[in-house]
């Protein structure tokens, strides 16, 4: 079945950055484009940024553009994303997800990893 | 890339009905059919119930139903039952490989 397991989340002091990964499993990583969506304390679900299959393609919310970047290792089936000059209202727990194209939706999310942005 | 509105609750007794809507813009919601819910229960990740509006992944129960109207989606969840109760939130592609949520609909199940 399919597995995203994500890492890398911890407290770390605003403008310091921290890298985050998602581990795949179950099905043909390759195939798929992957996402971050994070979601803060008690709010909503904000989406962050896709990666294409390949790693070709890379597409962030406006907000982020600058500060985030994901990457991909298709042969470690892993998906990261590096998180720079980090502020508190980055505060949330992050969760990677894969995309169905033939659902147009995110079919598969990990458990998350929490990130507090704290002094 | 404004979030969807979605009420902050909704309720409805066991048995019942009860919709949540998702409102968008022309730009999102109402320029395309990939609207799509998702439950998401205390302390767990979120899970897709529906997708393309109205469509149900398999082993998702037919208690649940999505449509749209305009830049207004909703969902209805018939049937209510103790463990519809969590948070519901719609999400929809806004084009220029771009994606938007809703800000969350918690369900009450009274």
């Known amino acids: 079945q399919v597995q995203l397991v994500e890492s890398g989340g911890g407290v770390v002091q605003p403008g310091r950055s921290l890298r985050l990964s998602c581990a795949a499993s179950?099905?043909?990583?390759?195939?798929?484009?992957m996402h971050w969506v994070r979601q803060a304390p008690g709010k909503g679900l904000e989406w962050v940024a896709i990666i294409s299959y390949d790693g070709s393609n890379k597409y962030y919310a406006d907000s982020l553009k600058g500060r985030f970047t994901i990457s991909r290792d298709n042969s470690k089936n892993m998906v990261y994303l590096r998180m720079n000059s980090l502020r508190a209202e980055d505060t949330a727990v992050y969760y990677c997800?894969?995309?169905?194209?033939?659902?147009?939706?995110?079919?598969?999310w990990g458990q998350g990893t929490l990130v507090t942005v704290s002094s | 890339q404004s979030a969807l509105t979605q009420p902050p609750s909704a309720s409805g007794s066991l048995g019942q009905s009860v919709t949540i809507s998702c409102t968008g813009t022309?730009?999102?919601?109402?320029?395309?059919?990939?609207v799509s819910w998702y439950q998401q229960r205390p302390g767990e990740a979120p899970k897709l119930i529906i997708y393309?509006?109205?469509k149900r992944p398999s082993g998702v129960p037919d208690r649940f139903s999505g449509s749209k109207s305009g830049n207004t989606a909703s969902l209805t969840v018939s049937g209510l039952q103790a463990e519809d109760e969590a948070d519901y939130f719609c999400s929809s592609y806004a084009g220029r490989n771009s994606y938007v949520f809703g800000t969350g609909a918690k369900v009450t199940v009274l």
């Open positions: 022309s730009s999102d919601v109402g320029a395309y059919n990939y």
């Open positions: 179950g099905f043909t990583f390759s195939s798929h484009a």
């Open positions: 393309e509006v109205s």
């Open positions: 997800a894969r995309y169905n194209y033939d659902y147009h939706a995110f079919d598969n």
